[in-house]
């Protein structure tokens, strides 16, 4: 009797924790928000989901991810997904509401379509920041550095290797920018077979001086130690790495290629009602002009970027100077081709 | 063994011939039962967590699922449409019927991306149809498609659809040794610009040989000389083989990477004694391939060998050399004769871990340096097209097993009896 116990007992807390865990899972969990980890998150963290904490009372989960449509799905398609507020890229964004994955949102409770900057706006997701891909170097190794994709092509000028994504997005398009083509009229050239060619062909030129990266936080390394002279990156990075490790990197904004992330709602959501209240807190002006202070992203409410810190703003995709010149990156473009592209990128890039 | 001479040693008048051989039988069922038992956990891990998985991922490289789970009565009749042929009215009917099914409940998309695999634009072209075609009452004809896009009338269009009408396929094997299914059921080479596999599956085993070879050739000596020095420093310099061998592969290569770069260590010694005058590219090409897969494969070489060499007397070299045969002939004669099944399998062992190697190249390698795994991950995370990936794991798994049989063929006999 006295040797039973010890597995009597064992059993019971087996059970009991069983029945704790099914009921934890019938529970209603707390609203959850999903977003990219890292610096980007933290910075989030800090403007939109402590200030919505304290002044809602809501409970809020965080929870991070990298991305994939594929995860939305098994999320979606499995039913009880965990997470309700999702950050997603564009290409997410229209795939996913063309298969019916996010909630559509209430576009009145956050303000009208027209208080926002017009690539923000979707019946599915609004723009949470802008962020863009640019031209990056070493200002202690380059006194006169590059100014566009044009000086990125010229290895006299400047000798050395430079990086660029391995991958056919961003990479054709900066190859027309540097064989002249104009901002606006990439995606018509890119769109027709002679423009692919001719991508390839100014690619061509250059290939023997690209490293290609796959990771992006690779890239602040391999500018500083000279391995690349130059590269394709995302200028929060680099200003980040000025920042935090006293770096003296500098950027050419002319011809950028920025995108929008958005934030969306997962379709069937349990807590649709708080998640609403969450996206429409974290795009009202008041909170959203905090953010490019706190990393230098671009934001989406139009008054947010007129009351926005215009220092903080001068280092985001968002500046009127740096908007200028770029290239609103074309997520359907991709979405329709980037199957063959790449393929043929990765054809190319391998021989 | 043992129970076999323990019975026979027993006094034999006590046993008649037919009830020993049935004592016997028991006696290594109940033994083979006991060992099945013991080996059972085993078994079923390896099902569960190596055959299942495995077996149900290559299985996706024949698998066309999309359209038959979505649209059953459309691709029922696309497989019996001839090759080459258009479509009649009641194709056309069943397909149009189906397609605003599919669009309304949102499961589009899968054959969408199925279909633009095959062919560029084919996703647009089948929201944009599905945006198009009328409510139900209306007639759906081979010309009303046409008349929203050109593209339905083209017989490449149907050949797309029919080949994509499952449950299985060959599209994906098929484009994984570049090639694919014309309009007329006939198959061609894919286009220059498109075709990759063939010359990446080339590459693959043209480096991992290249690594193999340069593996023996530094390996056979420092096994040697771990097999000939006193125990104590053997140990010693076993634990220098072995340290690399218990770290992290993405670490020593890491390593790899600040010792190569243009501002590293090599090139900045290279130039501080004057031996060159401008950095060396050592990364991001082959040669850094060819350095780091050899360095990190090493282990692998020495170990087989060193055991083997362990066990091989040095009588027979002595014996040699007092018949008068060189110091080199003897040991080309006789030595190297002997360590064959180390050679063997240390590079068996080195050629095949080098042909699934995916961080190594993707580190220190450049774009045209990357194996076939390299793209095996590159549609497994980032395309999310599982199809290709398996059929490219399918390959490269057929590939290996076959030189794994030439391996037992040729020196799988030769290495038992030399044991």
């Given at each position: 009797m006295t040797r039973e116990t010890p597995v009597r007992s064992i059993t019971m807390i087996g059970i009991v924790a069983l029945i704790a865990l099914i009921g934890s899972c019938v529970e209603a969990r707390d609203l959850t928000v999903t977003a990219w980890g890292g610096a980007s998150q933290a910075a989030a963290q800090k403007v939109y989901f402590k200030p919505f904490v304290e002044k809602t009372g809501i409970k809020l989960q965080e929870d991070s991810w990298s991305g994939g449509i594929g995860v939305l799905r098994t999320k979606v398609q499995g039913g009880n997904a965990s997470w309700d507020v999702v950050q997603v890229e564009v290409d997410e964004l229209i795939l996913g509401c063309e298969e019916g994955l996010f909630e559509k949102l209430d576009w009145g409770r956050l303000g009208g379509k027209d208080k926002f900057i017009a690539p923000a706006v979707n019946e599915c997701g609004v723009g949470a920041v802008v962020w863009a891909n640019a031209l990056g170097y070493d200002g202690d190794r380059l006194k006169d550095g590059p100014k566009n994709w044009r000086d990125f092509w010229d290895v006299k000028k400047f000798p050395g290797k430079r990086g660029m994504r391995k991958g056919a997005k961003y990479t054709l398009e900066i190859a027309l920018l540097a064989d002249g083509v104009k901002p606006q009229d990439v995606y018509k050239v890119l769109g027709t077979p002679e423009g692919v060619d001719r991508a390839f062909k100014k690619l061509d030129e250059l290939k023997p001086s690209i490293i290609w990266w796959t990771n992006v936080s690779q890239v602040p390394d391999m500018l500083a130690s000279g391995e690349l002279t130059m590269s394709v990156i995302t200028p929060a990075r680099l200003l980040a790495a000025n920042k935090n490790d006293k770096r003296n990197f500098k950027l050419a904004w002319d011809g950028n290629l920025y995108s929008i992330d958005y934030w969306v709602i997962l379709k069937g959501s349990p807590n649709k009602e708080q998640a609403m209240q969450l996206v429409s807190f974290m795009t009202r002006p008041e909170n959203q002009k905090q953010l490019p202070s706190v990393i230098p992203l671009g934001v989406t409410n139009k008054e947010a970027i007129a009351q926005a810190d215009p220092d903080a703003l001068a280092n985001t995709p968002a500046n009127p100077d740096n908007i200028k010149n770029a290239v609103n990156i074309n997520a359907p473009f991709w979405v329709e081709n980037s199957d063959q592209l790449n393929q043929r990128f990765n054809a190319w890039a391998t021989k | 063994m043992s129970n076999g001479a323990t019975l026979r040693a027993a006094p034999v008048v006590a046993f008649d011939s037919a009830a020993l051989k049935a004592g016997l039988r028991?006696?290594?069922?109940?033994?083979?039962?006991?060992?099945?038992?013991?080996?059972?956990?085993?078994?079923?891990?390896?099902?569960?967590?190596?055959?299942?998985?495995?077996?149900?991922?290559?299985?996706?490289?024949?698998?066309?699922?999309?359209?038959?789970?979505?649209?059953?009565?459309?691709?029922?009749?696309?497989?019996?449409?001839?090759?080459?042929?258009?479509?009649?009215?009641?194709?056309?009917?069943?397909?149009?019927?189906?397609?605003?099914?599919?669009?309304?409940?949102?499961?589009?998309?899968?054959?969408?991306?199925?279909?633009?695999?095959?062919?560029?634009?084919?996703?647009?072209?089948?929201?944009?149809?599905?945006?198009?075609?009328?409510?139900?009452?209306?007639?759906?004809?081979?010309?009303?498609?046409?008349?929203?896009?050109?593209?339905?009338?083209?017989?490449?269009?149907?050949?797309?659809?029919?080949?994509?009408?499952?449950?299985?396929?060959?599209?994906?094997?098929?484009?994984?040794?570049?090639?694919?299914?014309?309009?007329?059921?006939?198959?061609?080479?894919?286009?220059?610009?498109?075709?990759?596999?063939?010359?990446?599956?080339?590459?693959?085993?043209?480096?991992?040989?290249?690594?193999?070879?340069?593996?023996?050739?530094?390996?056979?000596?420092?096994?040697?000389?771990?097999?000939?020095?006193?125990?104590?420093?053997?140990?010693?310099?076993?634990?220098?083989?072995?340290?690399?061998?218990?770290?992290?592969?993405?670490?020593?290569?890491?390593?790899?990477?600040?010792?190569?770069?243009?501002?590293?260590?090599?090139?900045?010694?290279?130039?501080?004694?004057?031996?060159?005058?401008?950095?060396?590219?050592?990364?991001?090409?082959?040669?850094?391939?060819?350095?780091?897969?050899?360095?990190?494969?090493?282990?692998?070489?020495?170990?087989?060998?060193?055991?083997?060499?362990?066990?091989?007397?040095?009588?027979?070299?002595?014996?040699?050399?007092?018949?008068?045969?060189?110091?080199?002939?003897?040991?080309?004669?006789?030595?190297?004769?002997?360590?064959?099944?180390?050679?063997?399998?240390?590079?068996?062992?080195?050629?095949?871990?080098?042909?699934?190697?995916?961080?190594?190249?993707?580190?220190?390698?450049?774009?045209?340096?990357?194996?076939?795994?390299?793209?095996?991950?590159?549609?497994?995370?980032?395309?999310?097209?599982?199809?290709?990936?398996?059929?490219?794991?399918?390959?490269?798994?057929?590939?290996?097993?076959?030189?794994?049989?030439?391996?037992?063929?040729?020196?799988?006999?030769?290495?038992?009896?030399?044991?």
């Open positions: - | 028991r006696a290594e069922r109940s033994q083979k039962f006991h060992a099945l038992v013991l080996v059972a956990p085993l078994l079923l891990f390896l099902a569960l967590n190596f055959v299942l998985p495995i077996g149900s991922m290559l299985l996706r490289s024949i698998q066309d699922p999309e359209m038959s789970a979505a649209m059953p009565a459309t691709a029922a009749l696309l497989r019996a449409l001839p090759n080459g042929a258009l479509p009649d009215d009641r194709l056309v009917g069943v397909l149009v019927t189906e397609l605003r099914q599919t669009s309304e409940r949102g499961a589009l998309s899968g054959i969408a991306n199925r279909l633009n695999y095959d062919i560029n634009g084919f996703r647009a072209l089948l929201f944009r149809t599905a945006l198009q075609i009328g409510p139900e009452t209306s007639r759906a004809t081979l010309d009303d498609l046409v008349s929203i896009d050109p593209r339905w009338g083209l017989r490449e269009t149907w050949a797309a659809l029919k080949h994509a009408s499952g449950p299985y396929t060959s599209f994906y094997l098929l484009a994984a040794v570049d090639r694919r299914v014309t309009a007329d059921g006939g198959i061609a080479k894919t286009p220059a610009q498109q075709a990759i596999f063939v010359d990446v599956f080339e590459r693959t085993f043209g480096v991992s040989a290249v690594v193999t070879v340069l593996c023996l050739v530094l390996a056979y000596p420092v096994a040697y000389l771990l097999a000939t020095v006193p125990a104590r420093l053997a140990n010693l310099l076993l634990i220098l083989v072995l340290l690399p061998f218990w770290t992290s592969v993405l670490v020593r290569t890491a390593a790899w990477m600040v010792l190569l770069q243009r501002e590293g260590i090599i090139n900045s010694i290279g130039r501080r004694t004057g031996l060159i005058s401008d950095p060396v590219q050592l990364i991001h090409n082959r040669i850094g391939v060819y350095i780091a897969m050899t360095y990190v494969l090493l282990p692998f070489m020495v170990l087989p060998l060193y055991g083997v060499m362990k066990g091989v007397s040095r009588l027979g070299v002595r014996a040699a050399l007092s018949l008068g045969a060189s110091p080199f002939a003897a040991f080309r004669r006789v030595y190297i004769p002997q360590t064959l099944p180390g050679i063997t399998a240390g590079c068996v062992l080195v050629f095949i871990l080098a042909i699934g190697y995916y961080i190594t190249p993707a580190l220190v390698g450049g774009a045209d340096d990357q194996l076939i795994s390299y793209f095996i991950a590159f549609y497994t995370n980032q395309t999310l097209n599982w199809g290709m990936a398996a059929a490219l794991g399918l390959v490269l798994l057929a590939a290996t097993l076959m030189l794994y049989g030439v391996y037992t063929m040729l020196a799988g006999t030769s290495g038992l009896k030399w044991r």
